[in-house]
């Protein structure tokens, strides 16, 4: 356990940093020197490569995760484990590929209207979506041999630094932006080369491929499961993108662009609820082992109110400094639809007020509902975003994520409670919006001072002082109490000289 905590410990240090530079890419230099256009070009490119490698991919990621375990052996052949992966991972990318090229027509007559630099890149996806099939497959092998820290360096720091490289390079004109979108495809196949290189020095594989010897029945099981996650995983993250792609399609790149920067924003209020998932589901997974429901509920009680509680705190900190980003952004198309952010943030606290029913369900007996619901989730989504966007546009697509995840979580939150009488809320929800709406109020009226970041600071700071003390004295959660008193204890011994 020594060996994971410390990489555990230093991938969180990691992942923070990366979100510092997502933020200089996504909110300083994109805006400034890109068009929302040429922005919403390279983040439909993302989405849309996004969702091609979940098919390509076949499941894999997940698949290597859950199997190789039965693989694993001392000759670091691994029974072939490695020609398992290479054989379904080429078949896979092939067939898609096959299928992207097939209905080429069909897909740029979706878009040639309302998003003609999108077709103008057309066959880009390909090697973009080669490049990050092969970063997220060697990406889960080094990940088993628990070699992590360097494939999180790459994913959060590396990619997000050679962006702006790029960015550099044609702000001084050194790329134009045709230049500059290969470069940003390129960048992928580097950190896939710097990935595989530590994958071969790891020592844990011999690279070698022997199809011959790939026995049908472990391939079967493989690719059973693989489908399996492809038929979940594929529902939920299309799911996800698919408002992005239908903006693209309906309405344009410049939307595009704008819509990724607001949910990239408010993607922060995330950052909690993946933290105690991951300290979560173990206790999970063993309490089910237990039939332990009763230390289930009491988990899904502590995390639904906790990340509320942040969430919230993070949403109304963008909302009081909103004059401060419109000076950051200085473009009227961020500026004038501002109100992408207040139905994006509203969707994202519904999915983190219910705390983590995805990973309960998924850890339990019944864990094949999951998959279900991530279907339902893909269709709330397609359904809405063809009702919405034509009637407000943009803003359309943003209630559509509203009313998908506050279904998407309502009927899996029914399904917790008619199953196993599992209910994430109470009273202490209601205190804590009565809380953020006056604090709100506080840091809105706020005087303005004239330094951007002074002001940002002050007030963020003011806001967030008088929303932990209410927190605090209303004990509405006796984690974050607990968390408060050991912070102030350890300030006020440092001040004692202790």
Same mark, same amino acid.
């Given at each position: 356990?020594?060996?994971?905590?410390?990489?555990?410990?230093?991938?969180?240090?990691?992942?923070?940093?990366?979100?510092?530079?997502?933020?200089?890419?996504?909110?300083?230099?994109?805006?400034?020197?890109?068009?929302?256009?040429?922005?919403?070009?390279?983040?439909?490119?993302?989405?849309?490569?996004?969702?091609?490698?979940?098919?390509?991919?076949?499941?894999?990621?997940?698949?290597?995760?859950?199997?190789?375990?039965?693989?694993?052996?001392?000759?670091?052949?691994?029974?072939?484990?490695?020609?398992?992966?290479?054989?379904?991972?080429?078949?896979?990318?092939?067939?898609?590929?096959?299928?992207?090229?097939?209905?080429?027509?069909?897909?740029?007559?979706?878009? =040639?209207? /309302?998003? @003609?630099?999108?077709?103008?890149?057309? #066959?880009? *996806?390909?090697? !973009?979506?080669?490049?990050?099939?092969? $970063?997220?497959?060697?990406?889960?092998?080094?990940?088993?041999?628990?070699?992590?820290?360097?494939?999180?360096?790459?994913?959060?720091?590396?990619?997000?630094?050679?962006?702006?490289?790029?960015?550099?390079?044609?702000?001084?004109?050194?790329?134009?932006?045709?230049?500059?979108?290969?470069?940003?495809?390129?960048?992928?196949?580097?950190?896939?080369?710097?990935?595989?290189?530590?994958?071969?020095?790891?020592?844990?594989?011999?690279?070698?491929?022997?199809?011959?010897? =790939?026995? /049908?029945? @472990?391939?079967?099981?493989?690719?059973? #499961?693989? *489908?399996?996650? !492809?038929?979940?995983?594929?529902?939920? $993250?299309?799911?996800?993108?698919?408002?992005?792609?239908?903006?693209?399609?309906?309405?344009?790149?410049?939307?595009?662009?704008?819509?990724?920067?607001?949910?990239?924003?408010?993607?922060?209020?995330?950052?909690?609820?993946?933290?105690?998932?991951?300290?979560?589901?173990?206790?999970?997974?063993?309490?089910?082992?237990?039939?332990?429901?009763?230390?289930?509920?009491?988990?899904?009680?502590?995390?639904?109110?906790?990340?509320?509680?942040?969430?919230?705190?993070?949403? =109304?900190?963008?909302?009081?400094?909103?004059?401060?980003?419109?000076?950051? *952004?200085?473009?009227?198309?961020?500026?004038?639809?501002?109100?992408?952010?207040?139905?994006?943030?509203?969707?994202?606290?519904?999915?983190?007020?219910?705390?983590?029913?995805?990973?309960?369900?998924?850890?339990?007996?019944?864990?094949?509902?999951?998959?279900?619901?991530?279907?339902?989730?893909?269709?709330?989504?397609?359904?809405?975003?063809?009702?919405?966007?034509?009637?407000?546009?943009?803003?359309?697509?943003?209630?559509?994520?509203?009313?998908?995840?506050?279904?998407?979580?309502?009927?899996?939150?029914?399904?917790?409670?008619?199953?196993?009488?599992?209910?994430?809320?109470?009273?202490?929800?209601?205190?804590?919006?009565?809380?953020?709406?006056?604090?709100?109020?506080?840091?809105?009226?706020?005087?303005?001072?004239?330094?951007?970041?002074?002001?940002?600071?002050?007030?963020?700071?003011?806001?967030?002082?008088?929303?932990?003390?209410?927190?605090?004295?209303?004990?509405?959660?006796?984690?974050?109490?607990?968390?408060?008193?050991?912070?102030?204890?350890?300030?006020?011994?440092?001040?004692?000289?202790?």
């Amino acid at each position: 356990m020594g060996i994971v905590r410390e990489q555990a410990v230093k991938n969180s240090i990691i992942s923070y940093a990366g979100v510092v530079l997502g933020y200089i890419n996504i909110i300083i230099l994109f805006p400034a020197f890109f068009t929302t256009e040429q922005f919403g070009l390279i983040q439909l490119l993302v989405s849309v490569s996004f969702i091609y490698v979940q098919f390509a991919a076949v499941g894999l990621v997940n698949g290597i995760t859950r199997y190789f375990p039965f693989f694993k052996a001392d000759d670091r052949r691994h029974e072939e484990f490695l020609s398992y992966v290479v054989f379904i991972g080429t078949a896979g990318f092939i067939i898609t590929s096959v299928a992207y090229l097939i209905f080429r027509d069909l897909i740029i007559g979706a878009y =040639i209207e /309302k998003s @003609k630099l999108f077709t103008d890149f057309y #066959y880009t *996806l390909l090697p !973009l979506s080669l490049f990050s099939m092969l $970063f997220n497959i060697l990406e889960a092998l080094v990940r088993v041999v628990y070699k992590t820290v360097w494939a999180t360096f790459l994913r959060e720091i590396g990619l997000r630094f050679l962006t702006i490289l790029g960015i550099v390079l044609y702000i001084f004109k050194v790329f134009n932006f045709d230049a500059f979108v290969y470069f940003y495809v390129c960048t992928y196949l580097a950190v896939s080369i710097l990935l595989f290189i530590q994958f071969v020095k790891s020592n844990e594989f011999i690279i070698g491929f022997s199809f011959g010897k =790939i026995k /049908k029945d @472990k391939f079967i099981d493989l690719l059973r #499961y693989g *489908l399996y996650n !492809l038929m979940s995983g594929a529902a939920m $993250f299309v799911g996800q993108k698919v408002d992005i792609i239908m903006i693209g399609s309906m309405i344009g790149l410049s939307i595009v662009g704008v819509y990724s920067l607001y949910l990239y924003i408010a993607t922060v209020i995330y950052i909690p609820m993946k933290a105690l998932a991951r300290i979560s589901v173990p206790i999970i997974s063993t309490s089910w082992k237990e039939n332990n429901i009763q230390k289930i509920n009491e988990i899904y009680k502590q995390t639904s109110i906790i990340q509320l509680i942040i969430g919230l705190l993070i949403y =109304i900190g963008v909302l009081i400094n909103k004059h401060n980003l419109f000076l950051l *952004l200085n473009k009227p198309e961020y500026i004038d639809n501002f109100g992408l952010f207040y139905f994006i943030g509203i969707a994202i606290l519904i999915d983190v007020s219910v705390g983590i029913n995805s990973e309960i369900i998924a850890n339990s007996s019944k864990f094949r509902y999951d998959a279900f619901f991530n279907v339902i989730l893909f269709v709330i989504s397609v359904i809405m975003n063809l009702i919405l966007i034509p009637v407000w546009g943009g803003i359309g697509a943003a209630a559509a994520l509203v009313v998908t995840f506050f279904v998407f979580n309502l009927i899996k939150s029914l399904f917790l409670y008619f199953n196993y009488k599992m209910n994430p809320l109470s009273y202490r929800q209601p205190v804590i919006i009565l809380i953020s709406a006056v604090c709100f109020l506080i840091g809105n009226y706020f005087p303005q001072i004239n330094n951007v970041y002074a002001d940002i600071f002050v007030r963020s700071s003011v806001t967030t002082v008088i929303f932990v003390a209410l927190v605090y004295f209303t004990k509405i959660s006796e984690d974050i109490n607990q968390r408060i008193e050991v912070y102030y204890n350890f300030v006020l011994n440092r001040i004692k000289g202790r």
